[in-house]
Structure formats: structure tokens, C-alpha cells
């Protein structure tokens, strides 16, 4: 029997729409919801504990409205404070997303590498644990940058990011010692693949970007290997916290990406 129970996303913004997307590649058939927590963006300038309280309560709301099969927190600050308390609280699969440090590790010849995320991702031990299991023999260079949310979030929108604030927020990286080796940065806030062109052609020089998007619509793929899915799963649902000019200005955007009907939690 097929199953309409969806897969559901979980941002605070947009972003979770880079690991959407890979995932809706593999599993044309799946029903998708996406969820973005625009009461409570941005993210990544709020508190741990304001992190951690948050999230829980409010995937437990939406699992009750939807009944997904299977949880994808599409967020870097998400997962890697608030992941343990999901997993505590809910009784369904949820994956997380975390900052690929072990293929920018693989991919580095220069053994120098980048991560780029929120303020709130940088500083978390669990980036420490990452870097020391998969990166040990590099040297890991960390920024956060609440702007470049902001930045991604109004490309998304129709807004050309301003290549002299990409710079600057590059900057971060590149003007570290050793930044002038550096060769592979870590996209560890999923809002950033969704301006990694415009960020390529900020770099002061050639750089390769990788995310967690590919690798975490493989793990999904591979949690519902033996579950059937709709012959048709019908248009995907964009779910925001909260409705004001800036989540209206996103409609199209949503629609782009098979997001066709809008709801308010």
C-alpha cells in the first residue's frame, strides 16, 4: 500500500530548501512539507537555550499536524544544539544536518579549510569533535556571519547579493593566517549553497564549496528505502510560523521549488 505521510523539512528560514531539493531529486514521489520558523529567524544570533527550547516544542506541534514519517532539521544551528532533544521528544527517524567537514577535508590539498555558518555553528564543540575526527592534519579557519543569512535569504527573493558585502564576509575566512591557502570552504548554514555562485565569484581566489544537501538526501533515501511512496504526492506544502512582507516576498521562490501551497501554523 502506498503511504502519503510526508517527509518533513525544518528551517528557520529558507535555507533548508538546499537539502530539500537534493532530497525531492531522489524521491520524486515523496510529499514534501517545509516548515520555516520565520517567528523565530534568524537562528543563529539567538542563544543556546533559547535554541534547544524552541525547537523540540515546535517539531512536536507540527508532527502532530502532519504525522510526517521522517524529520529532516534542515539546519546547522538546529541540529547541532537542539538534535538530542528532538530525538528525546519525538518517536519518529529525524536526521540532522551538520557542516561537512570530513569531504572539505578529503577534497583539501592545501590542508587548509574553511567553515562558514552562524555565529551559533562556529562555536559549537560538536564543530570541535568534527574537526578533530576528520580534519585533524588541517587547519581549520571558523567564521559566522549573521549578515550572509540575510543575504541568501533576499537572493532568494529576487535581491542580487551586493558583491562587496560577500567579500567582506568572506573576508572572515580569507584574512585569517593562513587564509591565503585556503581551498575548500564548508557551506555549514544551509542558507549559504543557495548564493554559493555569487560567493565563488567573490573568493580572492579559486575555492571549492561543499554542504551536507547531497549526503543528507542519500540518509533519507536510504531511511525510506523500503517504504511506498504515492504514484502522485501532490504539491508540496511551505509552512511558515509566522506571515509578514518578508515570508510573502518568498511565495514565488517557494513555487520554484514545488512548494505550491502556503500555510500558517
Request: glycine share 8%; net charge neutral.
Amino acid at each position: 500500500m502506498t503511504e502519503p505521510r510526508p517527509i518533513l523539512f525544518f528551517d528557520s528560514g529558507m535555507g533548508g530548501l538546499s537539502v530539500m531539493a537534493p532530497t525531492a531529486r531522489l524521491l520524486p514521489r515523496a510529499p514534501l512539507v517545509y516548515v520555516a520558523d520565520s517567528a523565530g529567524y534568524p537562528y543563529g544570533t539567538r542563544s543556546e537555550a533559547e535554541i534547544a527550547a524552541r525547537v523540540p516544542a515546535l517539531l512536536g506541534r507540527l508532527a502532530e499536524r502532519y504525522r510526517p514519517r521522517l524529520i529532516v532539521i534542515a539546519c546547522n544551528t538546529a541540529s547541532t544544539i537542539a538534535l538530542p532533544h528532538v530525538r528525546a521528544a519525538l518517536d519518529l527517524p529525524i536526521v540532522g544536518t551538520v557542516p561537512a567537514i570530513k569531504p572539505a577535508a578529503e577534497l583539501s590539498e592545501t590542508r587548509v579549510i574553511g567553515v562558514l555558518g552562524t555565529e551559533a555553528t562556529v562555536r559549537q564543540p560538536y564543530v570541535d569533535d568534527l574537526a578533530a575526527r576528520f580534519a585533524g592534519d588541517c587547519t581549520v579557519l571558523r567564521h559566522g556571519s549573521a549578515e550572509l543569512v540575510d543575504l541568501a535569504e533576499a537572493a532568494l527573493g529576487g535581491e542580487a547579493p551586493d558583491p562587496d558585502r560577500l567579500r567582506a564576509v568572506l573576508g572572515g575566512l580569507f584574512d585569517q593566517p593562513g587564509g591565503d591557502r585556503l581551498d575548500v570552504i564548508v557551506n555549514a548554514c544551509t542558507h549559504f549553497p543557495l548564493v554559493e555562485a555569487e560567493l565563488a565569484a567573490a573568493a580572492p581566489h579559486p575555492v571549492r564549496f561543499v554542504d551536507g544537501g547531497p549526503g543528507i538526501a542519500r540518509r533519507v533515501a536510504w531511511l525510506t528505502r523500503d517504504q511506498h511512496w504515492p504514484a502522485d504526492p501532490g504539491p508540496g506544502r511551505a509552512v511558515f510560523t509566522a506571515r509578514n512582507a518578508r515570508t510573502d516576498r518568498l511565495v514565488p521562490a517557494l513555487a520554484r521549488f514545488g512548494l505550491s501551497v502556503v500555510e500558517t501554523l
